[in-house]
């Protein structure tokens, strides 16, 4: 294969997880926090993930400080402990072919690895990453730095080349772009025209459905 090494993004690129778990705890987030400011909806939500970014537009639009900022945290962790998102039909099965053909899967988040690692172990069948990278801190070390591409091709020994980003939102392509690696454009976890008009020109390439990952992968 040509593509040795699959660094994805986990959630509305693996998981089904924003509607189910994010903005849901966004949602409570704005009832403890700011409730007498209106609140987004889902698309909307979707759009602040993809520009400015999730962190700016908590800190920048809405205006939350460093405690609530930490407040903010332990609500999302709360809905991330309790709930499991489900992964899209047919890819875990993608993930085992893969696996099965000498291929390595890693994964590059802004979830935690421990609920990464639970829901690969809860709904993957069986299958779990070579590599987990979720939320850091440390901004140096998360989407969009290039820190974790860099730290896994060298441990992997790959080269740029033999590695595929896989992310729906900016961050994931700022990081492959800065790294130099190849990245593609998730188009199944939302139908968002704007975002998906946008990583239509910013990625290398537009996989519309996993069977177009599959295509990608095994052609």
């Not at 939302?190 to 052609?219: N, Y």
Request: hydrophobic residues 40%.
């Amino acid at each position: 294969m040509k593509i040795k090494c699959l660094i994805l993004d986990h959630d509305d690129t693996a998981v089904d997880s924003t509607a189910t778990v994010h903005f849901p705890a966004h949602l409570e987030v704005m009832k403890r926090l700011r409730p007498n400011q209106p609140v987004i909806d889902l698309n909307t939500w979707f759009e602040k993930n993809f520009d400015p970014g999730i962190m700016s537009y908590l800190t920048g639009e809405i205006g939350l400080n460093k405690e609530e900022m930490d407040e903010e945290y332990r609500i999302w962790q709360e809905f991330n402990e309790s709930r499991n998102p489900t992964f899209y039909p047919g890819f875990p099965e993608l993930m085992r072919d893969y696996i099965r053909e000498g291929g390595i899967i890693a994964v590059v988040s802004h979830s935690t690895d421990v609920h990464i690692r639970r829901h690969y172990e809860y709904g993957a069948s069986g299958v779990m990453p070579d590599f987990i990278f979720g939320w850091d801190h440390d901004p140096g070390r998360r989407k969009p730095s290039p820190w974790p591409v860099i730290r896994i091709l060298e441990e992997t020994g790959l080269k740029r080349g033999d590695v595929l980003v896989v992310d729906d939102l900016k961050p994931g392509v700022e990081m492959a772009k800065a790294a130099g690696v190849p990245v593609a454009a998730a188009g199944w976890g939302h139908s968002i025209p704007s975002i998906r008009e946008a990583m239509k020109g910013l990625c290398d390439f537009w996989l519309p459905d996993i069977s177009a990952l599959k295509a990608q992968l095994f052609t």
